[in-house]
T-cell receptor, first 109, second 114 residues
């Protein structure tokens, strides 16, 4: 079945450093979404990418969708302590979304 | 405010007991989902429903059951057949399945089996 792999599983950075998480699918995706889950909270939608090669920015966050629509990345520039949490990608190739296992980001000041 | 309400937030159950988790949405969404979250495992799909009186199994449906008698409601029953039910359960909804769009999540129900 469809699988969505996400790396790294954990990442610790110093405040101000950059952070990137990568997502790879075993199948071509119709779209990919990114969510953030704060500790003790529930996932919150960040963005959806649909087009091949698409790049979207939200302030310090940059999201990319690969040309083959099988991979995606989330890059955070100059991390802040408010960026702490787990970032999930979720790919859609049929009906329901399939989530990656997430990357947990910790930031020390 | 529109959103998804899950209850209870915390639940303790003895082995061999069934338990039902409630999920209600007032977003007028057609599609609803149940996910299970375990540490380091991400979100795994249990069941989803596209319309009233219809639902489909996800990747880990064994030991769970659902119903969709009303558009607003999608309760999940964790049966005694579920061998490892202790987990964080998340309900979500979206406008439809075909072009899923944004998932809106409830705050979750944390089930502990004693």
């Amino acid at each position: 079945g469809q699988q969505v792999m996400q790396i790294p599983q954990y990442q610790h950075v110093q405040e101000g450093e950059d952070f990137t998480t990568y997502c790879n699918s075993s199948t071509t995706l119709s779209n990919i979404q990114w969510y953030k889950q704060r500790p003790g909270g529930h996932p919150v939608f960040l963005i959806q990418l649909v087009k091949s090669g698409e790049v979207k920015k939200q302030k310090r966050l940059t999201f990319q969708f690969g040309e083959a629509k099988k991979n995606s990345s989330l890059h955070i520039t100059a991390t802040q302590t408010t960026d702490v949490g787990t970032y999930f990608c979720a790919g859609q190739a049929g009906t329901a979304l399939i989530f990656g296992k997430g990357t947990t980001l910790s930031v020390s000041s | 405010d529109g959103g998804i309400t899950q209850s209870p937030k915390y639940l303790f159950r003895k082995e061999g007991q069934n338990v039902t988790l409630s999920c209600e949405q007032n977003l007028n969404h057609d599609a609803m989902y149940w996910y299970r979250q375990d540490p380091g495992q991400g979100l795994r799909l249990i069941y989803y429903s596209q319309i009233v009186n219809d639902f489909q199994k996800g990747d880990i449906a064994e030991g769970y059951s659902v119903s969709r008698e009303k558009k607003e409601s999608f309760p999940l029953t964790v049966t005694s057949a579920q061998k490892n039910p202790t987990a964080f359960y998340l309900c979500a909804s979206s406008r439809d399945i075909a072009n899923t769009g944004e998932l809106f999540f409830g705050e979750g129900s944390r089930l502990t089996v004693l």
